[in-house]
C-alpha cells in the first residue's frame, strides 16, 4: 500500500512539474512535444490530471443537469463571479469501460489546456469535488447556447460567416503538432462580441 502511494505522489510530482514546463515561456515545438508526451503516460498510468488543472471554489447551480452527451452530462455553474459550464464524467457505465472513460477524460483536459484560439472554447481547468468521486472539465458559459440553437433563434444571422469562424477554429485544431483530430464539433455562441463568434467546443 505504501509502495503504491509512493508511486502516486510520484507521478502527480511529474505531472505538475511537466505542467509548468508547458506554462513557461515558449518552448520550442520539439520540447513541447517531449513534455505533452510524457504527461500523457504518466496520466495514463493511474488515469490522474496535473494538480495545477484544478479549480476550487466551483459551485454547481440547480439540481438537474441542462444537457449531455454519450458519457457526460452538462451542468451550469459559477467560479467566483464567472457563470462557468461543467461537463462532468458520467461513470453509470459498464465496470470494464470505466477505466477508458476516465482515461480519454483527462487525456481530453491534457489536450484542451494546450489550446488558445478565438474560435477553440478556452479551457479552465478540472474539479474532483463539486460532484464527487467524478470528475468534471470545466468552461466559460456561453449565453447563447450553441450554434444550431442560436439559429433557430436568429435565422436572418450570416450563416457564412460563422462557418469561416468555424472552420478557423478546426484549421487550428488540424495544424496542430501532432494534429488534433476532433469527431464530436459542436459551435457555441460566445457573448464577447456583437456579433458573437462562434467556437469550436472541444468538450
Known amino acids: 500500500m ?19 514546463e508547458l506554462d513557461d515561456a ?27 488543472l484544478f479549480l476550487r471554489d466551483v459551485i454547481r447551480e440547480g439540481k438537474n443537469p441542462v444537457g ?3 458519457f457526460a452530462d452538462i451542468w451550469k455553474g459559477h467560479l467566483h463571479d464567472t457563470h462557468v459550464c461543467l ?3 458520467r461513470v453509470f457505465c459498464p465496470e470494464e469501460q470505466k477505466a477508458k472513460v ?6 481530453e483536459a491534457l489536450v484542451w489546456r494546450q ?5 477553440v472554447l478556452p479551457f479552465l481547468g478540472v474539479s474532483k469535488d463539486v460532484f464527487a468521486p467524478r470528475y468534471c472539465l470545466i468552461s466559460p458559459w ?10 433557430e433563434a436568429h435565422p436572418d444571422h450570416d450563416r457564412l460567416t460563422s462557418l469561416v469562424q468555424v472552420a478557423e477554429g478546426m484549421k487550428y485544431l488540424h495544424n496542430r503538432n501532432p494534429p488534433i483530430v476532433h469527431a464530436d464539433i459542436r459551435g457555441v455562441r460566445s457573448p464577447c462580441s456583437s456579433p458573437s463568434f462562434p467556437e469550436v467546443n472541444l468538450s
Not at 142 to 151: F, K, P, Q
Open 2 to 20: 505504501y509502495c503504491r502511494r509512493y508511486v502516486a505522489v510520484e507521478l502527480l510530482i511529474g505531472s505538475h512539474l511537466n505542467c509548468q
Open 142 to 151: 456561453m449565453v447563447n447556447g450553441n450554434i444550431m440553437s442560436y439559429l
Open 87 to 89: 461537463k462532468v464524467l
Open 26 to 52: 515558449p518552448h520550442p515545438d520539439e520540447y513541447r512535444k517531449a513534455c505533452m508526451k510524457c504527461l500523457r503516460a504518466l496520466c495514463n498510468a493511474r488515469n490522474i490530471v496535473p494538480s495545477s
Open 102 to 107: 476516465l482515461r480519454d477524460f483527462c487525456q
Open 68 to 70: 449531455g452527451g454519450g
Open 115 to 119: 489550446l488558445l484560439h478565438p474560435n
